[in-house]
Structures are given as C-alpha cells and as structure tokens.
C-alpha cells in the first residue's frame, strides 16, 4: 500500500511550500483579531509569532552555509528576516549583521528622541536594500567577513522544531486550530467534507445512472433522429464551463429581473441553523442544493454518456457481436447480455478518476453559491494564510481521492477476474 | 508519414477559418481595439499608437477603446439600450461593465490572454513532457546503468550541488546544475557493461511516483494552494502551475509508445549503427509516436483556456487589473442585471473550447483510419 508514503510526501511538500508564502501568517490573524497593523505593539507581534511557535527551526536538520546563525527564524519581523536573508546571502557574518541592526535601532531612537522636526523622520529599514541598510548603518563593509558563505554546514536542531510540532498537532490535535477562530481544523473540515461529500455524492450517481441509459440509448440507435439531437445536446453540455453554467443560471434565473418568469430557482446562499447537525443542515437546504447539483451534474452527466456511447460503439464494432447476430440475437440482447460488460469494464477506472474530477469542479460551485464546503474553506483559508486547515483540507481531500481510485482498482478486479493484483 | 501538411488537411474549413480569426484577433488586438490612434501624423512626424489630440490626419481601429479605458459617461450600458456617445463609431456594441469599460475591447484583449495561456502550457509541457517520457519510456528503470563505486562520489556531489543551487545565485545555479548532469553523463559513459557491478538509475520508479502525488491531489486545489506561493500575480505563474498538471498528460501517452516502438528492428539496428540514445530517440522514435502528443495537445489548449477562465473568474493568479474573459464573467455574477456581463465572455469560451475540443476529435478519427 503506498498511500501512507504518498501522504508523507504530499505533507512534507506542502510544509515547505508553507515556508515560503510572502504572507504573514501573524499579521493576518492580529488582522482578525481587529488590530491594526500601524499600532500593532511589538510585543503582541511577538507573542503571537512566538505563540503560533514560528520561531522554532523548520525541520529536524538543516544544511546552511557557514555563515547563518543557528535558526533564522528567531528574528521575528517578517521585514527583518528578509532583509537578514539578504544580508546573509551575501556573505556576512551573522554577528556582524546583528550589530547593524542594533546601530541601526539605537540610531534612530535617538531620532525620534530628539526634539526637532527632522527627528519624526524614521528611516523604515523594511524599504532598503542589503546595501542601503549598511551605508544608512555607516558600517565599513572592509572589516566584515565574508569568506565563510560557500562551506556547507549541518545544524542539527533536534524534536524541538515545527515540522515536529505540526506532526504532533496532526496526531493528537486534529491538524491544529484554525486562526480565525481557534476552533480544530479537523472539525472544519469535517464539516465542509459532509457539505462537499454529499452534493458530489449525488452528482456522482445521477451521472453514472443517467449517463448510462442515455449511452445505451445512444449506442442503440447511432442514426436516429432524436440521438443526433441529443448528442449535440450532450456536446453543448460537455464543452460548456461549469463555472459559466452556473453564473448564466445563477444571473438569469435567480432574480426577477427578466421578468417575473425567470424567478425560478431560489436564490443563492445557504441558512445556517448553527445548533443542527451538518447532515440536517444539507436536508434543510436541500431546496438551495438543486442549483448546484443540476450544474455539476449536467457536466459530468454529458462526459460519462459520451464515453458509455464511446465504448459500446467500439465494442458492437468486434467480431463476436458479428456471431452474436448470426445466432438471432437481437440488438437489445446483445447489448444488454453480451456487450455491457465488456465494453464497461475498462471504464470503471475513468468513472472513479471522474468523481475526483467533481471535486474541482465544486470549488467553484461552492464559491458561486456560497456553499460552505470544501472547496469555499480551502480559497478562504488560503487568502488568510490559515494553513493549520490549508494542511487539513489538502490531506485529507488526497485521502478521499486515493480511496476513490482504490475503490475503482477493487471494482475492476470484481468485474475482470482476469486481473490480478499481488 | 505524418507530417504536419496531412494534419493540416485533416481540418475542416470552419475549424481553419475559426483557428485562424483566433489568432489574427489575439495577436492584432491593439489594431482591432485601441482607444489610441494606431498611425497618426502630425507637425512633428508620423507616430505610432499616440494619444495626441492635434493630429492632421489617423487612422483609429475599428473599436475606438481599449480594454482598460474607462468611459466615465457610460457604466454599465446595455448594448440596447440608450448610451451617451456622439455617433454610431462610439458606440459600445455588446455593452460596458461598471467602471464603464467596453466589452467587446475586454473580448478581443482576452483573446490575447487566452492564447499566451494556451500556447505557453502547451510548449513547456510539451518541452517536459518530452524530456519526462525520455526517461522513463526510452531508458525506463536499468537501461541507463552507472558503476556502483562511482556513486560513492557522485551523490555527496548532488546533494553538495543542491545546496549550492539553494544558497547561490541563479546564474551559478544554473552553471552548477549543468556541471553536476555533465558529471553524470560522463559516468554513465564510463560505466563498464558488466551489469553487476553497475546499478540502473530507476528514472521510470521516481517520475512516475511524482506523478502519482499529483495525481491524488484534486487539480483545482492543487494550483489553488501552488498560486497562494508567489509573490506577484502574473499570467506566467498561471502557465507554470497549469504546465504542472499537464505534463503528465503527455508523458503518459508518449511513454506508452515508446515502450510499444522501442520494441521494433529498426530501433536494435540504429543503435547497433552506433547512433547516440538522443539520435535514436529524437529522429526514429519521436516522429511515430507523435500523433497521440498532437491530440492530447489540442484537447490541451482548450483545458489550459479553460483553467486560465476559471482562475480569474475566482479571482487568483492573474493580476486583478487585467481584463480577460474570466473576469468578465466575475464581475456579471456581482450585478445580477447586466446580462451582457455573463453572456458574451463565456460563449467567446464555450466557442474556444468546442473549437479545439473538435479539432482533436478531428485528428483521433484521422489517426484512427491511418491504422
């Protein structure tokens, strides 16, 4: 089984892409907490960066050039530890940029000690270059170091590191919270996947029953009137985007505002009864899921009839369907006793790899109708850096996708013995 | 064989006329929409694209605006309705959004995003998908072998050479990543025939691990998460996160060709020739098992325009200022009255899409009568 290595190696890469945001993620929960970022206190920066436990080294080991200090990640100004960066990717020691900073600090204290006009004037050293930084210092560049850059150095930082504690957060503390409101990441995501679950779900059957009878119907009679018809129909479907689809309905059939006719379906966003469980929630919405259900589905009604159609026609096309015929059988008999299974089989794989394919499409249904699912708490979480659920949502969605694609291999196996899996 | 004239004849004439409107509209969309003069004279000499009001003489485009500007007087205007402009060439044919910029210019300048996005996926992905079925289908998991007590050396050099292309500069890393596949390359040259005392480098186990992962993760929220990495927005980053999820794509369906046509004499025999692995693959490989990479290529173009649609309809990746038909569309979901907003973009899409979604169909049923 190598779903267990894969999720190790999707989490460990997302860590480190987590690391290399140009968000930060303090300054947007104080963000959320109502405080603004001009009068944001040092201190309270410094407690929450210290509290989100960003200051522990990323990993267990790093290989860093000689000059870097322990752990960068002390430095806790998000301005600071680029301008650090900078500096370091240079060549200078890291004591040395240290005492620039300090220089740089007590200088303009002294600044804004003074009482003269040109006192109020700080320098931001946010806006400086590596270079502008220690010519406003007043440093002589001379005396630094700097040969020690190119010695590859390992720092061994031991369990006291964040990609430990995230682990230990996944294990024991469900993922970790959420900064927007402290609640466990799991539970979020347990309830979006109810939400996003329950509408592919339904999406999902529809189209394999109804793609099904409508291949079938295809296949049965290629020439006929009404198939043309439907299949360009189909093709409509097919090629439309689903996130057009839905705007059209949403815009032209939600609202009065093209006559009193095109009020037809309710309008978009879901009641929240926050005492309920997730589960009555959906059936109490179930009025305001029609929308969202018809166009997810209507895409991948038209992709599973068109490849049901496909394939039948590609069997009906073999030798034995030939002698079928020569023994009497009739179309329908044929289809129905000989072909289906022949022809459906391979497929199976497709249909299950379609069901993760619905999960894209519902983000963006989800975002269109406000629907409080996976997808919505993924584009939410990120633009707020949240990425206790950003880790969450990706988890266990790859789970959820996995588990699809072995459900298809098992299916396969069941309707073609003559695979075997060892 | 196939070349690119059967391919060609393979089109219908619609499906020519449409791939070809597409292309003049977007490569020509400042002479077709511009709020500028496009050749205008004056005292002090003929200048191109100018604002200049005291002209003697110019020529303007057809659509006298261009997809940014903003006509103050006219926001949210109906294509029916009553629009305050002097004279019919003023007039906004399908409408304006709310900050009063015209929708047909935004049209025509997203057809110009929508083929950077689409041609731009299809090159780099071709370019790794190529590389990728290389690899794994050509060399697979021992055909290229290397001498064990060479590894001895050559993977404290990797990982020494990793940390360099982290910690240096972009131009030494791309030296140092060059200098490490030559040394590479040379062991493999050097690597005697005697299998065992040689290991098989197991390309075909890693790249198709990789794309497993990418694989299980849903598309959308992969290059949702990817987007959130970069710094700036920008239609190139778009390209990169699409190109991700593509390769695979064609990396599958040229693997499983090479494996069937490696099989074949002439293959054995332009190797015992002593042609180069490059020569073999490049000139006696490649050209048969293109035509599967055409098709994937065609349906491809119309998914990358369809992502790129999808992306800015969400409102990531691409700058918020830049008009395509995705944001468009965004803005029709905001104001529910301005049909306009919702119609036209998304059918100039829907057209994209059928067009090279039949283009490909086209060249499956070709290839299918070939064989």
């Known amino acids: 089984?190598?779903?267990?290595?894969?999720?190790?190696?999707?989490?460990?890469?997302?860590?480190?892409?987590?690391?290399?945001?140009?968000?930060?993620?303090?300054?947007?929960?104080?963000?959320?907490?109502?405080?603004?970022?001009?009068?944001?206190?040092?201190?309270?920066?410094?407690?929450?960066?210290?509290?989100?436990?960003?200051?522990?080294?990323?990993?267990?080991?790093?290989?860093?050039?000689?000059?870097?200090?322990?752990?960068l990640n002390k430095v806790y100004k998000l301005e600071d530890r680029v301008l650090y960066k900078k500096l370091l990717s240079k060549g200078y020691r890291f004591e040395f940029i240290d005492d620039a900073f300090e220089k740089f600090d007590s200088r303009n204290y002294d600044l804004s000690k003074s009482n003269d006009q040109q006192g109020l004037i700080k320098v931001q050293r946010s806006k400086l270059d590596a270079e502008e930084f220690l010519q406003e210092v007043g440093v002589d560049k001379k005396n630094a170091s700097k040969s020690r850059f190119y010695y590859p150095t390992l720092r061994w930082h031991g369990t006291h590191n964040q990609y430990h504690e995230w682990l230990k957060k996944v294990f024991f503390n469900g993922f970790g919270a959420s900064i927007t409101d402290g609640i466990k990441a799991i539970s979020k995501v347990k309830k979006a996947l109810t939400w996003t679950l329950s509408f592919t779900l339904i999406d999902f059957i529809l189209s394999i029953i109804l793609g099904l009878l409508l291949g079938y119907y295809l296949a049965y009679k290629p020439?006929?009137?009404?198939?043309?018809?439907?299949?360009?129909?189909?093709?409509?479907?097919?090629?439309?985007?689903?996130?057009?689809?839905?705007?059209?309905?949403?815009?032209?059939?939600?609202?009065?505002?093209?006559?009193?006719?095109?009020?037809?379906?309710?309008?978009?966003?879901?009641?929240?009864?926050?005492?309920?469980?997730?589960?009555?929630?959906?059936?109490?919405?179930?009025?305001?899921?029609?929308?969202?259900?018809?166009?997810?589905?209507?895409?991948?009604?038209?992709?599973?009839?068109?490849?049901?159609?496909?394939?039948?026609?590609?069997?009906?096309?073999?030798?034995?369907?030939?002698?079928?015929?020569?023994?009497?059988?009739?179309?329908?008999?044929?289809?129905?006793?000989?072909?289906?299974?022949?022809?459906?089989?391979?497929?199976?794989?497709?249909?299950?790899?379609?069901?993760?394919?619905?999960?894209?499409?519902?983000?963006?249904?989800?975002?269109?109708?406000?629907?409080?699912?996976?997808?919505?708490?993924?584009?939410?979480?990120?633009?707020?850096?949240?990425?206790?659920?950003?880790?969450?949502?990706?988890?266990?969605?790859?789970?959820?996708?996995?588990?699809?694609?072995?459900?298809?291999?098992?299916?396969?196996?069941?309707?073609?013995?003559?695979?075997?899996?060892? | 064989m196939d070349s690119l004239s059967t391919y060609k004849s393979a089109l219908t004439n619609l499906q020519k006329a449409g791939l070809l409107v597409f292309v003049i509209v977007a490569l020509f969309h400042g002479m077709i929409a511009n709020d500028k003069y496009i050749v205008s004279g004056s005292d002090a000499g003929i200048s191109f694209f100018s604002n200049v009001d005291n002209t003697d003489w110019g020529i303007r485009a057809p659509i006298p605006y261009s997809a940014k500007f903003m006509d103050k007087n006219n926001r949210s205007v109906s294509p029916f309705g009553n629009q305050d402009i002097d004279g019919?060439?003023?007039?906004?044919?399908?409408?304006?959004?709310?900050?009063?910029?015209?929708?047909?210019?935004?049209?025509?300048?997203?057809?110009?995003?929508?083929?950077?996005?689409?041609?731009?996926?299809?090159?780099?992905?071709?370019?790794?998908?190529?590389?990728?079925?290389?690899?794994?289908?050509?060399?697979?998991?021992?055909?290229?072998?290397?001498?064990?007590?060479?590894?001895?050396?050559?993977?404290?050099?990797?990982?020494?050479?990793?940390?360099?292309?982290?910690?240096?500069?972009?131009?030494?890393?791309?030296?140092?990543?060059?200098?490490?596949?030559?040394?590479?390359?040379?062991?493999?040259?050097?690597?005697?025939?005697?299998?065992?005392?040689?290991?098989?480098?197991?390309?075909?186990?890693?790249?198709?691990?990789?794309?497993?992962?990418?694989?299980?993760?849903?598309?959308?929220?992969?290059?949702?998460?990817?987007?959130?990495?970069?710094?700036?927005?920008?239609i190139w980053n778009v390209v990169m996160v699409i190109v991700l999820l593509r390769w695979p794509v064609i990396t599958r369906h040229l693997r499983a060709d090479i494996l069937k046509i490696k099989q074949e004499d002439f293959v054995t025999s332009a190797k015992a020739l002593g042609l180069s692995n490059h020569r073999v693959f490049i000139f006696h490989i490649l050209p048969l098992a293109i035509s599967p990479v055409i098709i994937v290529s065609a349906f491809g173009f119309a998914t990358a325009i369809l992502m790129e649609s999808t992306l800015s309809f969400l409102g990531i990746g691409l700058p918020l200022d830049q008009v395509t038909w995705g944001s468009l569309i965004k803005q029709a979901r905001l104001n529910f009255s301005d049909w306009w907003l919702a119609l036209f973009p998304g059918l100039a899409i829907y057209f994209i899409i059928v067009l090279f979604n039949s283009i490909g169909e086209r060249l499956v049923k070709l290839v299918k009568n070939e064989q």
Request: charge should be positive.
């Open chain 1, 223 to 422: 020439e006929g009137k009404s198939q043309k018809l439907l299949r360009q129909v189909l093709y409509l479907f097919y090629a439309v985007p689903v996130f057009w689809l839905a705007t059209v309905l949403v815009v032209y059939f939600t609202t009065a505002d093209y006559g009193t006719w095109t009020n037809i379906f309710p309008s978009v966003g879901i009641n929240i009864y926050p005492e309920k469980s997730t589960l009555t929630q959906i059936v109490l919405n179930s009025e305001k899921l029609i929308l969202p259900i018809l166009c997810l589905s209507l895409h991948s009604l038209a992709y599973v009839s068109r490849m049901v159609e496909k394939s039948l026609t590609d069997e009906l096309s073999k030798d034995y369907v030939l002698y079928a015929y020569s023994k009497g059988l009739s179309k329908r008999q044929i289809i129905k006793g000989e072909v289906f299974k022949n022809a459906l089989t391979p497929s199976i794989t497709l249909f299950m790899s379609s069901f993760a394919s619905a999960f894209s499409g519902s983000l963006v249904i989800e975002v269109i109708f406000n629907i409080p699912g996976m997808g919505r708490l993924l584009f939410n979480a990120l633009s707020i850096a949240d990425w206790n659920v950003v880790f969450c949502v990706l988890i266990i969605l790859s789970l959820v996708t996995i588990i699809s694609y072995i459900i298809g291999d098992i299916l396969y196996a069941i309707f073609n013995p003559r695979i075997k899996y060892t």
């Open chain 1, 1 to 71: 089984m190598l779903v267990v290595p894969t999720l190790f190696i999707i989490s460990l890469i997302a860590f480190i892409l987590s690391k290399n945001t140009p968000q930060d993620p303090v300054s947007s929960m104080l963000n959320l907490k109502g405080m603004d970022q001009e009068v944001l206190d040092d201190e309270v920066y410094k407690k929450t960066y210290q509290e989100l436990s960003l200051d522990l080294a990323n990993f267990y080991l790093s290989v860093v050039p000689q000059n870097y200090p322990d752990n």
């Open chain 2, 88 to 234: 019919w060439y003023k007039r906004h044919w399908i409408g304006t959004d709310k900050l009063g910029r015209d929708v047909l210019a935004g049209l025509i300048y997203g057809s110009f995003v929508a083929l950077q996005v689409g041609l731009g996926t299809i090159l780099f992905s071709l370019l790794i998908g190529f590389i990728m079925a290389y690899l794994s289908g050509y060399f697979g998991d021992s055909e290229l072998r290397v001498e064990k007590k060479f590894l001895l050396f050559l993977i404290p050099l990797s990982l020494l050479s990793v940390f360099y292309i982290i910690y240096s500069k972009l131009i030494f890393s791309i030296v140092i990543l060059l200098f490490t596949i030559a040394v590479w390359s040379f062991a493999i040259r050097r690597t005697s025939n005697n299998k065992s005392k040689s290991a098989g480098i197991p390309f075909d186990l890693i790249i198709f691990r990789i794309i497993d992962i990418l694989h299980s993760i849903p598309g959308l929220f992969l290059i949702l998460i990817l987007l959130s990495l970069f710094n700036q927005k920008s």
